[in-house]
């Protein structure tokens, strides 16, 4: 099987690895030890961020900024319902209320327009998310937010290299929140980060990271424990470096793959709006016309052939059991593409000769 996504680790993360544990120091019991402080400073730069925070998942990387940006019970966040459960997880366990709004069909990502019109006195922020790695459309977001003082936390975790308006994703935001999960574009096995360029913020999220301590057993405010240990820094510091090679070897395979699939007319692929730079981490097409109903049975059948193709996301938020019990929504972009988008593998281990599997195999389903 080819899958979806796949880690690429070598000798250089072993290596890593093996110089931490013959170290002897595996973690900072205040948040930080030499190798994650290491793997911040080279994240934040490699983002354009002042500040970087290293965490033990995205998810806690998500809560974290939810919690630091003082979000609590009787507060709204408006989000996309089209996005992993995560980023409306991290709202409820604050208390507040998760609003989700519609997508653009185009791009999958968060409607500015429908931002604008979920906002009540109760909105606190936005958190828009660079769905499958293309960017969501900041600036419309970013003059709402200004216009009405919210905050803005953008879920990142799929963008690691991804960039809008030349610039990185996340600076548009009050803070971006990154995985490293497995099959992310780079991996620290589980792991997460969250980036920003405000210095009050990012020192209460140093702290609430590690029980809202600055001194042992003297918590200042509510924390937790979502320390990054370090080896998971130490795969992280290599994976970063090889990041840019990944990143190219990803756009050569979605390169090949559009040049074969834009042959077939029912089918829309993914697009790079002018201005945005796609981090590619899922190659994602989308069934139109009566193919569309036929979804499922081609990501069966390409499954028999040997391809990994997945469905992100069956199921939108809004719809699962837990969440419907914040409100009903008409979300008609949502339900539609959560029926006819299916992901194609395009990761760095992805050949040639594969990509020309794919592409033959889907062209041939769906001519
Ligand atoms: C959009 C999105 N948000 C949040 C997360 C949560 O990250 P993690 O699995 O590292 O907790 C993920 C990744 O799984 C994701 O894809």
Redesign the pocket.
């Known amino acids: 099987m080819i899958p979806i996504n796949a880690p690429r680790l070598g000798e250089e993360e072993i290596k890593a690895v093996v110089k931490v544990m013959k170290s002897g120091f595996l973690t900072h019991g205040l948040g930080a030890g030499p190798v994650v402080t290491k793997f911040e400073k080279a994240f934040a730069k490699f983002v354009g961020a002042k500040h970087a925070i290293a965490v033990n998942?995205?998810?806690?990387?998500?809560h974290l900024a939810i919690a630091g940006a003082g979000i609590k019970q009787g507060d709204e966040v408006i989000l996309p319902s089209f996005?992993?459960v995560?980023?409306a997880e991290v709202i409820a366990i604050a208390g507040a209320k998760p609003v989700f709004v519609d997508i653009d069909p185009e791009t999958h990502n968060i409607s500015p327009k429908k931002v604008e019109k979920a906002l009540t006195k109760k909105t606190k922020a936005v958190m828009p998310?660079d769905?499958y790695g293309l960017p969501a459309d900041m600036q419309p977001i970013k003059d709402i937010a200004d216009k009405h003082g919210l905050t803005i936390i953008e879920?990142s975790?799929?963008a690691h290299g991804a960039s809008y308006k030349g610039k990185p994703v996340g600076t548009f935001a009050d803070a971006a929140?990154w995985?490293?999960?497995a099959?992310?574009n780079m991996t620290t096995g589980?792991?997460?980060m969250i980036t920003t360029n405000n210095g009050e913020l990012a020192e209460k999220m140093r702290f609430m990271r590690s029980h809202g301590e600055k001194e042992k057993y003297k918590s200042l405010m509510l924390g937790h424990n979502y320390r990054m240990p370090e080896i998971q820094a130490a795969i992280g510091c290599v994976q970063l470096k090889k990041l840019p090679k990944f990143l190219a070897k990803r756009r050569e395979n979605v390169k090949r793959l559009t040049a074969e699939l834009g042959k077939a007319k029912n089918l829309q692929l993914p697009k790079e709006p002018k201005g945005c730079k796609h981090s590619w981490y899922l190659y994602t097409i989308r069934l139109k016309g009566p193919k569309g109903n036929k979804r499922d049975k081609i990501v069966e059948a390409l499954r028999q052939k040997g391809i990994g193709a997945e469905v992100y996301y069956t199921t939108p938020i809004h719809l699962m059991p837990y969440y419907r019990k914040f409100g009903r929504y008409r979300l008609p972009e949502t339900e539609k593409a959560a029926k006819h988008v299916l992901s194609l593998p395009v990761h760095p281990g992805v050949n040639t000769k594969q990509t020309g599997f794919i592409s033959e195999s889907v062209l041939h389903l769906v001519g």
């Not at 998942?57 to 998500?62: C, D, K, R």
């Open positions: 998942t995205g998810t806690s990387a998500l996005t992993f995560s980023t998310v769905l879920d975790a799929q929140c995985s490293f999960y099959s992310k589980e792991g997460g």
